[in-house]
Every structure is written in structure tokens, then in C-alpha cells.
């Protein structure tokens, strides 16, 4: 792999995830892209127009799976060409430590995946 190439995210997304952005991060939008103010405050992060259309609605409220139907129609694209992108930039976000839990990413109990069950029904001692 080059050195220009990006490492897929660690981190994985679901479709039900609400990402929520932490609050004592400040940002601006300038011609239609976004600068972050860096952790220690002396510098600034870069991202795109797709980031700065999508940043806003990181507020705990909006569903991955929202972000990305409302980029698919924003940009005139299907929704299956732009989700990929979405749960890419929430998962660098999140490794990043630019968003925050929220009670809203942890999956209802019908939702989480049957290897969760030792979470619910624990064995008897």
C-alpha cells in the first residue's frame, strides 16, 4: 500500500447509528467546505464539501442511514453509491474522537446480533 492510499476504518457503522458530534469541538464552513479546530487548538482539519453537507446533522437525532438518503438526493446520487462514503466518514470521525457515545448507538435488544445474548439471558450459576 502507497503512503497516499487511506487505511479502511477500524471502527464499523451501522445503518441505525446516530452519531452525534462532541460539543467543544469549534468548525466552520468556508466556499462550501469544513475546517475543524484541531484537539490542541493550533490547528485545523480539512474536509470536503460531502463532510460539510453531512456535519451538521451529527447532532445524536439523525440515523446513518438519514445521513445518507439525504446526501443521495442532495447531490442527485443513489443512496447505495453514496452510503458507503457515509459510514467511511462517521467511522473516521469516531476513531478520531470527534463524536461522542450517545444511548441511541447501542442497538435495541431485538436489534443486537445473537452473539450479544450472553448479555441478556446470562447462564445459570
Known amino acids: 500500500m502507497s503512503s497516499h492510499e487511506q487505511v479502511p476504518p477500524l471502527v464499523l457503522v451501522s445503518d441505525s447509528a446516530r452519531p452525534r458530534l462532541r460539543s467543544d469541538r469549534?468548525?466552520?464552513?468556508?466556499?462550501?467546505?469544513?475546517?475543524?479546530?484541531?484537539?490542541?487548538?493550533?490547528?485545523?482539519?480539512?474536509?470536503?464539501?460531502?463532510?460539510?453537507?453531512?456535519w451538521p446533522h451529527l447532532d445524536g437525532d439523525v440515523t446513518v442511514q438519514d445521513l445518507a438518503e439525504g446526501l443521495g438526493v442532495g447531490f442527485g446520487v443513489d443512496v447505495d453509491v453514496v452510503r458507503p462514503a457515509v459510514h467511511d466518514f462517521v467511522a473516521?470521525?469516531?476513531?478520531?474522537?470527534?463524536l461522542v457515545p450517545s444511548e441511541s448507538h447501542v442497538p435495541a435488544l431485538e436489534e443486537r446480533p445473537d452473539e450479544w445474548g450472553y448479555l441478556t439471558d446470562?447462564?445459570?450459576?
Open 26 to 54: 469549534e468548525w466552520m464552513e468556508i466556499d462550501g467546505e469544513l475546517l475543524v479546530l484541531t484537539d490542541d487548538g493550533r490547528g485545523l482539519r480539512h474536509f470536503d464539501r460531502i463532510a460539510a453537507a453531512i
Open 92 to 98: 473516521r470521525l469516531t476513531e478520531e474522537g470527534l
Open 122 to 125: 446470562p447462564p445459570s450459576p
